[in-house]
């Protein structure tokens, strides 16, 4: 490319032309450690023309003054002044010669910058070069090259031809008469020829008459005409091909300025927007921007107002919404932009009067020529029915219908809130008695229905701003907001348990229940709703220990045995972990051999600082929060390992909770512990009490067959103080029972006792099943028992349970003779 410039022989103007030449002089006039170049050095000496072309200006850049300007720049500004401030020149000058003197001072370099200015409808094009100075006598002066650069061109036929529009003067054709019956084209730019089809040489002086375009159809003539006879401004829109033009015409007496624009595009969005708006499934309408009034309504509209279309064009879009909406509905019009969506739920009317929740979004559109306004409208009112009844759900019981525990918490803090001081709210628990053995008797179904029974009579009794709640299960819940006295606190409670407890009829079967309610009452029993409810709960555990049907209110001691327990369930729960727990071995004698033949496991507690504890103590607990699982496993393995080191005779008996069995994998925790130790099934016998009968019983029966599969010994433990012992004895064939030692204390001064002891002996030689009897203390019952033939005995008479170091000594001990020995 640089060899082509050399040989075209044209001047590169880049390096050759004047604005590099005064470049390279303002650089060779800078001296070293200078900023700027002298302003002698650069702009006085070997000029020539080029002074003719420079303004020398100074200031501070914000007031900047014409100090000298040659022959040309001086017709360039219009003005041969000197020492005149700059804005007093022309205002396009002015500028370009600002801003670029003020970019050179910024920089202390030579500045380069091309402007165009207007002159005559003429755009001329200039090339300025600022080179800033330093003057002798302090100040910076900038002296400013000004020369035109390329061809002058005229602005008003440059935007006439660049246009895409098209624009054709025409001028009328007038017959013998002076009446127009034609137009002749006289002018027209390119945008028109190519709208037309035609190129301009052909179109140009061409009578419309003559044909071939889309300005000679009838329609277009006869429009055209009219505007010569009205001297007015139109428009029209034509289709030609498939192109639809728009043409605005305005008459100047028989010359018409003719403007021709393309809309297809347009033409297909509005298309589209009445296809969309007409057979669209959700109902929309278009109102106007300014008046209101409804401009176009979709059939979907329609049909889901119920206005037939003439009466909704007639309406005003406020005749749709609630007379206590209008406002509001007003005030979030005028804050409409060119979108909108709802930032709420609105209210609408339809045709019946019926009211429905509705969204809307919309977004501001022409519509027919007017300013409007596009609206969907999105029917939300079965969500909202939805709604409400998720959010009702979400606060009642899904049976009965009462407020559930979320809601009745929220209403007694309420209450607690909106009490005064000295005033009491009540809160009562009320629990259902024998309500279990409907749902056993008669099934889930008939107890679902007793329960809305209940809560019918419950609500009955429940009024004003008081509430009663179903918490769970058969647990209700009643929060007396009122002020309330203990003494009508009271009444309430007995009347409620008088009646709860009238027999309820159910298809015909007669079902009796009743009701325990414990009470606690603000501020004395508790300031909170937490602390009320738990310290009525409290109450109603009392209740329920002295048999039911009985109503108790909250007292501090009871607060004392929940937070003992608290403290026993907190112990437990890290005893385990810290090793506090210990097995100990009572022996089992056995009568006709009269020697020592077996070993109970008892769990032992020795807690760090409270010494032993009780067993009665703390198994309900470790049942209660299911510790009782982890222990029995861990009792069942220690006790296993133990009895693999004793002589092959003798056998180990451990006891099993209920809780174990609802845990489901006890069958692998024995497998397990026999594996682990070595033991010999036929020497571990597994102590159960007739509670494991009283649920579930096919599922622990299963339980029970499979663990006598692998050789294990059951036996039956505390028999005779149950109600069903004896059905038991039929469901599962037991290897032992145990007498209850209740009965073994009694044995010398109550004959009743003798005959128990005797008739469970007696049972057991019928049914070939061991017999032990547990708690014997004395010599006398040992004879006892012995001659009423009870084969086994166990008690402190012979040992108390002893830690697995002792029981080598106790075998030794009890050798040949045990009951001499004791």
Not at 108 to 122: A, I, K, T, Y
Not at 460 to 469: I, T
């Amino acid at each position: 490319m640089t060899a082509a410039r050399k040989i075209s022989g044209q001047p590169d103007s880049k390096v050759f032309g004047d604005i590099p030449a005064l470049q390279r002089k303002w650089h060779a006039a800078l001296r070293p450690g200078q900023t700027l170049p002298g302003y002698e050095e650069v702009m006085l000496g070997s000029l020539g023309r080029m002074a003719d072309h420079i303004v020398l200006l100074k200031g501070d850049g914000a007031s900047l003054e014409v100090s000298r300007s040659g022959r040309y720049v001086q017709q360039w500004l219009g003005d041969e002044r000197w020492d005149i401030p700059l804005d007093t020149l022309s205002p396009d000058c002015a500028t370009a010669l600002a801003e670029a003197a003020s970019c050179a001072l910024q920089t202390n370099r030579p500045h380069e910058s091309v402007v165009h200015c207007v002159r005559d409808g003429l755009v001329q094009t200039y090339e300025i070069l600022a080179l800033p100075t330093s003057s002798r006598w302090g100040g910076t002066l900038v002296g400013a090259y000004v020369n035109e650069q390329g061809p002058r061109y005229n602005l008003v036929d440059a935007i006439f031809s660049s246009t895409n529009e098209g624009i054709v003067s025409l001028a009328a054709i007038r017959d013998s008469g002076s009446k127009a019956f034609d137009f002749q084209i006289v002018h027209l730019n390119q945008g028109a020829a190519r709208l037309l089809k035609a190129p301009s040489t052909d179109l140009q002086w061409r009578r419309l008459s003559a044909g071939g375009h889309a300005l000679c159809l009838p329609g277009v003539l006869q429009w055209l005409l009219s505007m010569i006879a009205s001297s007015a401004s139109d428009q029209l829109e034509i289709d030609s091909d498939d192109r639809n033009l728009r043409l605005s015409a305005t008459a100047f007496g028989d010359l018409v300025s003719l403007t021709i624009s393309d809309v297809t595009d347009i033409k297909r969005r509005e298309d589209s927007f009445r296809l969309l708006f007409d057979s669209n499934p959700m109902p929309m309408w278009v109102f106007d921007a300014e008046t209101m009034d409804f401009l176009g309504v979709n059939d979907a509209a329609v049909q889901h107002y119920g206005y037939d279309r003439a009466s909704f064009l007639r309406m005003q879009l406020k005749q749709i919404w609630p007379r206590d909406e209008w406002e509001i509905h007003s005030k979030a019009l005028l804050q409409l932009g060119d979108a909108y969506q709802s930032d709420r739920n609105w209210r609408h009317l339809k045709a019946d009067g019926s009211e429905i929740h509705v969204l809307t979004y919309g977004r501001r559109v022409t519509f027919e020529g007017r300013d409007g306004f596009l609206v969907a409208i999105v029917d939300i009112t079965e969500r909202r029915k939805a709604e409400a009844r998720v959010a009702h759900m979400a606060h009642h019981d899904g049976l009965t219908e009462l407020p559930n525990r979320v809601f009745y918490q929220e209403r007694l803090a309420q209450a607690l809130d909106g009490i005064d001081p000295g005033k009491h709210v009540a809160v009562l628990c009320i629990d259902l008695d024998l309500f279990k053995n409907v749902n056993d008797s008669f099934g889930h179904p008939m107890g679902d229905r007793l329960l809305k029974m209940v809560a019918g009579r419950m609500r009955a009794e429940v009024r004003g701003n008081n509430m009663v709640a179903r918490l769970g299960g058969d647990e209700f819940a009643v929060v007396l907001a009122a002020d309330i006295s203990p003494n009508e606190a009271n009444d309430f409670a007995a009347r409620m348990i008088e009646i709860l407890s009238v027999p309820y009829d159910m298809d015909g079967i007669e079902v009796v229940i009743g009701a325990s309610i414990g009470i606690a009452m603000s501020p004395g029993d508790g300031t909170s709703s937490e602390e009320l409810m738990r310290n009525a709960d409290m109450a109603l555990y009392r209740a329920k220990s002295e048999g039911g049907g009985v109503h108790r209110f909250f007292e501090r001691e009871m607060d004392r045995q929940a937070q003992k327990r608290r403290d026993m369930e907190l112990d437990l729960r890290s005893a385990f972990a810290h090793g506090e727990f210990e097995v100990h071995y009572q022996p089992l004698v056995d009568l006709a051999a009269d020697r020592i033949t077996g070993f109970e496991a008892l769990l032992r507690w020795k807690h760090p600082e409270k010494g032993m504890i009780s067993p009665a103590d703390f198994i309900p607990v470790a049942e209660d929060i299911g510790l009782i699982v982890t222990l029995g496993e861990w009792v069942l393995r220690k006790a296993c390992a133990e009895a693999a080191k004793w002589p092959d005779d003798i056998k180990i008996a451990v006891n099993l909770s209920p809780v174990q069995f609802r845990s489901r994998n006890l069958v692998q925790v024995v497998v397990a512990a026999l594996a682990y130790s070595g033991l010999s099934p036929l020497r571990l016998e597994l102590e159960i009490t007739e509670s494991i009968f009283l649920a579930e019983t096919d599922a622990n029966l299963a339980i029970l067959h499979q663990l006598r599969a692998l050789g294990v010994r059951i036996s039956m433990d505390d028999f005779g103080t149950g109600y069903s012992s004896l059905s038991y004895l039929r469901s599962f064939p037991f290897d032992k029972i145990k007498i209850d030692r209740s009965f073994v204390k009694d044995l010398i001064g109550r004959p009743d006792c003798v005959a128990i002891v005797r008739a469970i002996s007696g049972l057991g030689r019928s049914l070939n099943i061991t017999t032990t009897a547990e708690g014997v203390e004395t010599v006398d019952q040992l004879d006892w028992l012995r001659a009423e033939g009870c084969n086994e005995v166990q008690g402190f008479l012979f040992s108390a349970a002893r830690p697995a170091s002792e029981v080598e000594e106790l075998l030794r001990r009890f050798g040949a003779r045990a009951s001499e020995a004791a």
